[in-house]
């Protein structure tokens, strides 16, 4: 019985080992949010500092877990006294909740470059499960390294009073937030 447990403990290890990691690469990558602002203007921002990686065993991605976290004090809307007003305990509380996290939970296959992408989304101290939108832009080779890359496109929507983001009504800012972030990725 002994035999049978270390077997199965060596087997599984090796199966493991199979799975491949992916870095992002931050110079050729972007995470990004979009709200509406008393209905009738769009802002746009975007996280400066942030990491990501993706595990994968198979060469169509139909099994990759994908990891990110960014920094909230890295915020940027292109005006200085809404990043700052963003940072603070009303909105993202950049001082309690220095990052925001997402793991994936499972991916399903549409079609040859096209994903569902589930995950735990956890921003201000609240975990929820999220659904977005993937899309493999393509695939090729880094003409440097000579190691394989990848693109990839993150779409999707999320509400942020979920996440006890801002109290002001939607007439102000909108409660759904979209959500794009666009991410090149070199394998190991």
Same mark, same amino acid.
């Given at each position: 019985?002994?035999? %049978? ?19 992002? *690469? ?9 709200? #509406?602002?008393?209905? $009738?203007? =769009?802002?746009?921002?975007? /996280?400066?500092?942030?990491?990501? !990686? $993706? #595990?994968?065993?198979?060469?169509? +991605?139909?099994?990759?877990? /994908?990891?990110?976290?960014? *920094?909230?004090?890295? %915020?940027?809307?292109?005006? =200085?006294?809404? *990043? ?7 909105? /993202? ?31 201000? &101290? ?5 659904? /977005? ?15 394989? $890359?990848?693109? +990839?496109?993150?779409?999707?929507? $999320?509400?942020? !009073?979920?996440? &006890?983001? &801002?109290?002001?009504? *939607? ?5 759904? %937030?979209?959500?794009?972030?666009? &991410? =090149? +990725?070199?394998? =190991?």
């Amino acid at each position: 019985m002994k035999k %049978i447990a270390i077997l199965s403990l060596v087997m599984l290890a090796s199966l493991s080992s199979f799975a491949q990691k992916w870095n992002v *690469d931050k110079s050729h990558s972007k995470i990004g949010f979009t709200v #509406t602002h008393l209905l $009738i203007s =769009e802002v746009d921002g975007n /996280f400066k500092k942030f990491d990501a !990686t $993706i #595990t994968s065993s198979k060469d169509d +991605f139909s099994d990759a877990v /994908f990891d990110l976290t960014a *920094d909230i004090s890295s %915020i940027s809307t292109d005006n =200085e006294m809404r *990043d700052g007003h963003l940072k603070k305990p009303d909105m /993202f509380d950049a001082e309690k909740f220095p990052t925001f996290t997402f793991k994936s939970t499972s991916i399903k296959k549409i079609d040859a470059k096209k994903f569902k992408l589930d995950g735990n989304l956890t921003l201000k &101290g609240v975990t929820k499960p999220v659904s /977005f939108d993937l899309t493999l832009s393509g695939i090729g080779k880094n003409m440097r390294t000579q190691k394989p $890359i990848a693109g +990839f496109k993150l779409t999707g929507t $999320i509400k942020r !009073t979920d996440f &006890g983001v &801002g109290g002001m009504p *939607d007439s102000v800012v909108s409660e759904n %937030i979209e959500v794009r972030a666009v &991410g =090149e +990725f070199g394998k =190991e």
